[in-house]
């Protein structure tokens, strides 16, 4: 699947000591970890070792979200609950959510990016038994709230990570490739809700990913810090420190640190960000509505409406996330070779094929053929997506502009669109037509990358945008 070699074990090219290395940055190279990632375009094990810790983000990522999707009828049943209360329910923790989405990102601006991986991680699992062991749906709510605070923001900060550490020539690969870790995150919760919540209850189901979590925060906390952001730092450090003491910069450090000061809202807006904003947005806005519909209303759609079992639709989302993976893999190996664009609109195109087939689908067989074909594009079109948003922007904001922008998107996909799905249910009776939705905004997608998305295959970060 890798074009990866042994040879790409070998060390890394030995960082110069001359007098561009700026004092953090000198603090870090005592630290063998960072040596390896902060030379060189070799590919070490400590690569290996942030993409795992990305990997494993995701992978708690999709358990959480898959086992509250399939514990969604569960917890309606026990706490009596109109879908309606439900849905809005959720939509205030979405809201909590969305915040962490900005404030998490917004944070490793300023502090790095690999401590707060761990914390995100160490969070998670302490409060999943919190929001297992809720006596009243509201403060169901309250946990589920802050969980997503917890949760929100850390698979971005492990993207950037990858994307901030890894080769050029394999970045979109391996962010992609560890992004397919949230469908064996979600497979597993299939199992755990097929297996555990069946037959012990959703509340047990709920803890056990709280307890599989801790085994990340070792793995989490011994990443090393990313140069790009060390190196920014150091910048902004000479640079401050020149003009307080009457010196000259460069025209270029001046522009540059004008900007750096401001990190926030702002300056994602600014005219020489505000194309790769607009860009991103699209794409992150897009990708929440059509995910939104399907990790919030599918289990419900299945149990009432094609009437599988707890125990059905539990098994359909073990091979959902599986062939998630698969699909995810193939585009992680394709990102690279063929590039970002073409991989994205094939991905696009193939999900929406097969979910249109889907819905309209009543036999049995039917109904789990095309529902695993379009998981394929579905969940593989994520690939590219986070890829861009990790990639397009300068590193002196990139935490910022991933936050505002996944941000905005999850309000628009996770809160403002749930009302478009259930209007629709509510005036025909079916999700059918709000399912259908899928596919018109796939092919949407598709068409607005082919037009507006620009190519970064092959191109190191600081040549896409600076």
Not at 149 to 169: D, I, K, Q
């Amino acid at each position: 699947m890798s074009s990866i070699t042994a040879d790409d074990l070998s060390a890394p090219t030995a960082v110069p000591a001359d007098s561009d290395i700026g004092p953090l940055e000198q603090q870090h190279l005592q630290h063998a970890n960072y040596r390896a990632v902060a030379g060189g375009t070799e590919v070490t094990r400590t690569h290996w070792h942030i993409a795992t810790a990305n990997a494993l983000g995701w992978g708690f990522d999709g358990m959480d979200g898959v086992i509250f999707a399939l514990i969604t009828p569960m917890v309606i049943k026990e706490f009596s609950l109109s879908l309606p209360e439900y849905r809005s329910g959720m939509q205030i923790a979405l809201f909590v959510g969305i915040a962490g989405l900005y404030f998490w990102p917004w944070l490793a601006d300023r502090f790095g990016r690999r401590t707060l991986l761990a914390v995100n991680i160490a969070l998670f699992s302490l409060l999943m038994p919190v929001a297992a062991m809720s006596p009243t749906f509201t403060i169901f709510v309250i946990a589920r709230s802050v969980l997503f605070f917890a949760l929100n923001g850390e698979w971005s900060l492990g993207s950037m990570l990858v994307a901030e550490t890894w080769p050029a020539r394999l970045r979109g690969r391996v962010i992609s490739i560890t992004r397919s870790a949230w469908c064996l995150g979600a497979s597993l919760a299939g199992a755990i809700t097929g297996l555990v919540a069946a037959n012990f209850g959703w509340r047990i189901a709920v803890l056990v990913p709280g307890v599989i979590a801790l085994l990340a925060i070792y793995v989490r906390s011994s990443c090393p810090e990313s140069p790009y952001w060390v190196r920014a730092q150091d910048r902004k450090r000479r640079i401050s420190e020149t003009l307080a003491r009457g010196g000259t910069v460069s025209d270029d450090d001046r522009v540059w640190f004008g900007k750096a000061k401001s990190v926030g809202i702002r300056q994602v807006f600014m005219p020489d960000v505000l194309p790769a904003t607009l860009v991103a947005l699209s794409v992150a806005c897009a990708s929440t509505c059509i995910y939104g519909t399907v990790g919030a209303w599918m289990p419900l759609y299945l149990a009432t409406e094609k009437h599988w079992s707890t125990a059905e639709y539990s098994l359909f989302y073990v091979f959902y996330g599986l062939c998630g993976f698969v699909g995810l893999c193939v585009v992680g190996w394709l990102i690279d070779r063929i590039g970002r664009r073409r991989t994205f609109i094939v991905a696009l195109i193939e999900g929406a094929i097969f979910m249109t087939l889907w819905v309209y689908s009543e036999s049995h067989v039917m109904l789990w053929a095309f529902g695993l074909a379009w998981c394929l594009g579905f969940l593989g079109f994520w690939g590219p997506a986070t890829t861009l948003t990790a990639e397009i922007f300068p590193t002196r904001i990139r935490g910022a502009a991933n936050g505002v922008v996944w941000a905005i998107a999850y309000l628009v996909g996770f809160v403002l669109f749930p009302f478009v799905t259930i209007a629709l249910q509510q005036h025909t009776g079916s999700f059918a037509l709000a399912f259908l939705c899928i596919p018109v905004l796939m092919i949407a997608m598709a068409i607005g990358v082919f037009l507006f998305v620009p190519e970064h295959s092959g191109k190191e970060l600081n040549e896409i945008i600076e």
